[in-house]
DNA sequence: ACAAAATGTTAGGTTTGCCTTACATTATAA
DNA sequence: TTATAATGTAAGGCAAACCTAACATTTTGT
């Protein structure tokens, strides 16, 4: 059994990881409903998702995230955080653009970029002066 | 015919584009080597590029790019050119590795967020005060 | 409580992209 | 120039993701 998540996987756990957070339950047709899947690629999904012991569920059962499950699916969580915080707050884009890019990017960027944008974002929140040039620049 | 790419197309186009301005000529064994893949794997891809009318070619022809190639390949090498000299002199990473993250990013990365990383690496370039400072609080 | 609606699963397909193996063609070098 | 090496293609397979349609189960509303 192969531990590594495809893009697609990733997505699925963070929509279940997010759903668990907000509401304490989620349903196949809510990742569905998010993903713009049907219902039946949200089921092949879940046993995919159970068979790298990321989650637990059944047939009909409730749909849990196991410990290992909750860790891959933060990484992923973090990454999403850390680029839609660059797009949005340094690059000066909207949300719903910022967000849509996080959720592509997040799936291939390395650890090292995903540190050095941390470093770079926490480095304007202590020096804004640039990011106020910046801002003004582009109007 | 569906004139979307993959990444994958994507990725063949821009081997094909930049071999061919290096070299004014390409091979499906250069281009299997560029990318890690088989032989059978690259005639398949031609084939659909070929399809999609990006590129000329027939049995054990020269490869070439028509007119519509050479622009959606010059789409993505933008893309992947402001990238990866963003990881490179903004973010002050290794080559290789801003490489690598550029040719994944390309593929997903939308229109907006590449015009505002553009601008923002010009007025970086016209305000290099700030970056020397980033880089110093890097080491 | 039970019929209707909502949700979940299965079966059977499709497409993309990769592979290996075997064969076809072209290039090369003795 | 011709055998060998290099390269290109075709055939047949596989896996990941997606789909629709049909069926199973559960939930809901009266």
């Given at each position: 059994?192969?531990?590594?998540?495809?893009?697609g996987?990733?997505?699925y756990l963070?929509v279940i990881s997010?759903?668990l957070?907000?509401?304490n339950k989620?349903?196949?047709?809510d990742?569905?409903?998010?993903?713009?899947?049907?219902?039946?690629s949200?089921?092949?999904?879940?046993?995919?998702?159970?068979?790298?012991?990321?989650?637990?569920?059944g047939r009909y059962?409730?749909?849990?995230?196991?410990g290992?499950?909750?860790?891959?699916?933060?990484?992923?969580?973090?990454?999403h955080?850390l680029l839609q915080?660059f797009?949005?707050?340094?690059?000066?884009?909207?949300?719903?653009?910022?967000?849509e890019?996080?959720?592509?990017i997040?799936?291939?960027?390395s650890e090292?970029?995903?540190e050095?944008?941390?470093?770079?974002?926490?480095?304007?929140?202590?020096?804004p002066?640039?990011l106020?040039?910046f801002h003004?620049?582009m109007?």
């Amino acid at each position: 059994m192969n531990k590594v998540l495809t893009s697609g996987l990733e997505d699925y756990l963070e929509v279940i990881s997010n759903y668990l957070k907000k509401y304490n339950k989620v349903r196949a047709i809510d990742i569905a409903k998010e993903l713009n899947v049907s219902r039946a690629s949200v089921s092949e999904a879940l046993k995919r998702l159970a068979d790298k012991n990321l989650i637990n569920y059944g047939r009909y059962g409730a749909i849990s995230i196991t410990g290992e499950g909750e860790k891959a699916a933060a990484a992923i969580i973090e990454k999403h955080t850390l680029l839609q915080k660059f797009f949005k707050d340094i690059l000066g884009l909207e949300e719903q653009e910022s967000a849509e890019n996080a959720c592509k990017i997040e799936h291939v960027i390395s650890e090292n970029v995903l540190e050095r944008l941390n470093q770079f974002v926490k480095f304007n929140e202590k020096n804004p002066e640039f990011l106020k040039n910046f801002h003004n620049y582009m109007k």
